[in-house]
């Protein structure tokens, strides 16, 4: 009876000095960090793991990174949760600056968005988006939309735009909801079509049948930018994260990514 | 392993919040007990993701407990991890105490005990509820992703735990290395069991003896 009010008791101060000791640490750290709100593109890619750790090396600042759709990390640049805010939708970005988020939105690199799909599928290779998304539309072909407001998500609809379709006036035009990779990986299950970054596309691991169907259209261009959000807790960590990105460590880092084990780069530097 | 620290830590939390939370709500006689009791079952069964919502608004740097700073922190998803769980300990305890909280009291007091030694007399005699309530409330905490994804952000080294991890790794359609880590998870949870069995186990022979 009494060992369990005391093991009670030892589990109640453990806890407490547990809650604290981490509190104390966390504190300590906030000099020496920053958080990135960014795309998952750039994040599920592997291409900030592989960068990182040399701007962590080189400054003692911990970047601390938020994968989301774009249009969720400018939400958390918005709501000043974020301290840096790297994406690829250049209509919310300027937004975003123009709304007074940020100063100034910075190129880091681009890279460019494919169309996949089933390799034994209706459309053959091709460098016309339009033809493969008109074709996509009249034949009634299964397309994943990611569905999130991501970049990719606003590129696609678009792109749709362009050609004056309504998308969901096809009935297997499906709406996913979730990243990039998960959208490939369901496309893939579903024999159906999807538009990707480059980067995710060459990353991701279980690509099924799948085949880029659509490619080097100049209309699927895919710049990045990156923008330090004006109401950040700790602006000068943020600004040497983003000098360091448009430098030319970063830049090669960046151009080098892929190559060895992609065969290509998955994204190109352009600060 | 911050999944472990997590889990054990929020679980410890709820537990302490939650079993005297319970006993009070068996014992206490007020108007609008019952609105109490819908409500605590209500909150047993809330979705993870309205209280990883709820957490976020409420830890949002221009929120009520911003001035925390707690967004995406390790104290955040204890935090939200808590707010799930203790409702569900609570209601267990609670439930555990209707059958059998009375005739223990009248026991105890019959007995001489004071109020005190009424409530260890209490935890004591409902300690394997109290035990299912943990293992619940723990099974709870460790298999969680929605409310700690949007609190915690899934920041590696800092708030990614295997959970989180699984589903980023699906995310880069690594789902063999996903399906490995499930397991790893699998393992551990029955590796807690097993501890927690044994020393339960070895508490009921010491109190045998005595």
């Known amino acids: 009876m009494k060992k369990i009010a005391m093991s009670l008791t030892v589990l109640f101060i453990l806890s407490i000095s547990l809650a604290v000791f981490v509190g104390c640490d966390n504190s300590g750290n906030e000099e020496k960090t920053i958080i990135l709100a960014t795309t998952t593109s750039t994040y599920d890619s592997g291409l900030l793991d592989y960068i990182l750790p040399a701007f962590t090396e080189e400054t003692g600042i911990d970047v601390q990174v938020i994968s989301v759709g774009t249009g969720a990390a400018i939400q958390l640049g918005r709501d000043g949760e974020a301290d840096v805010v790297l994406v690829h939708d250049r209509v919310q970005e300027d937004a975003f600056v123009a709304d007074g988020f940020a100063e100034t939105r910075y190129d880091v690199m681009y890279n460019d968005f494919v169309v996949v799909g089933p390799s034994d599928g209706e459309i053959n290779h091709n460098i016309n988006v339009g033809n493969t998304f008109t074709s996509i539309f009249d034949n009634e072909l299964t397309f994943i939309s990611r569905g999130d407001n991501s970049g990719t998500h606003s590129r696609e609809l678009l792109l749709w735009n362009n050609l004056s379709l309504n998308p969901a006036d096809n009935p297997n035009y499906l709406e996913a909801g979730q990243g990039m990779g998960a959208t490939i990986g369901m496309t893939a299950e579903m024999e159906g079509y999807t538009l990707s970054d480059r980067a995710t596309w060459l990353s991701y691991a279980s690509k099924g049948d799948l085949i880029i169907v659509c490619e080097n259209d100049p209309t699927l261009l895919n710049p990045y930018g990156v923008m330090v959000v004006s109401s950040t807790l700790r602006p000068n960590n943020s600004k040497q994260f983003v000098d360091w990105l448009r430098g030319s460590k970063a830049q090669s880092l960046i151009a080098e990514f892929g190559v060895e084990e992609f065969g290509e780069p998955l994204f190109f530097p352009d600060a | ?210």
């Open chain 2, 1 to 210: 392993m911050l999944t472990l620290q997590m889990t054990l830590l929020s679980t410890a939390m709820s537990c302490v919040i939650g079993i005297p939370l319970g006993l009070l709500l068996d014992k206490a006689r007020f108007p609008g007990k019952r609105i109490v009791v819908l409500i605590n079952r209500t909150l047993m069964a809330a979705p993870p993701v309205v209280i990883g919502l709820v957490v976020y608004l409420i830890l949002m740097r221009n929120g009520p407990l911003g001035f925390l700073g707690w967004l995406f922190t390790f104290e955040a998803m204890v935090l939200a991890q808590t707010i799930l769980i203790t409702p569900i300990i609570c209601g267990i305890v609670y439930t555990a105490s209707q059958r059998s909280a009375s005739n223990i009291r009248a026991f105890a007091i019959t007995m001489g005990a004071s109020r005190l030694q009424t409530q260890f007399l209490l935890i004591k005699e409902l300690s394997n509820e109290i035990y299912f309530a943990a293992i619940v409330g723990f099974g709870r905490a460790m298999s969680e992703v929605g409310a700690i994804m949007i609190v915690g952000g899934n920041i590696r080294y800092h708030t990614r735990v295997m959970t989180t991890t699984i589903a980023l790794l699906r995310n880069r359609g690594e789902i063999n290395q996903a399906i490995f880590l499930g397991a790893v998870l699998m393992i551990i949870a029955l590796i807690i069991q097993v501890i927690g069995g044994f020393l339960k186990r070895r508490e009921e022979r010491t109190d045998e003896n005595i």
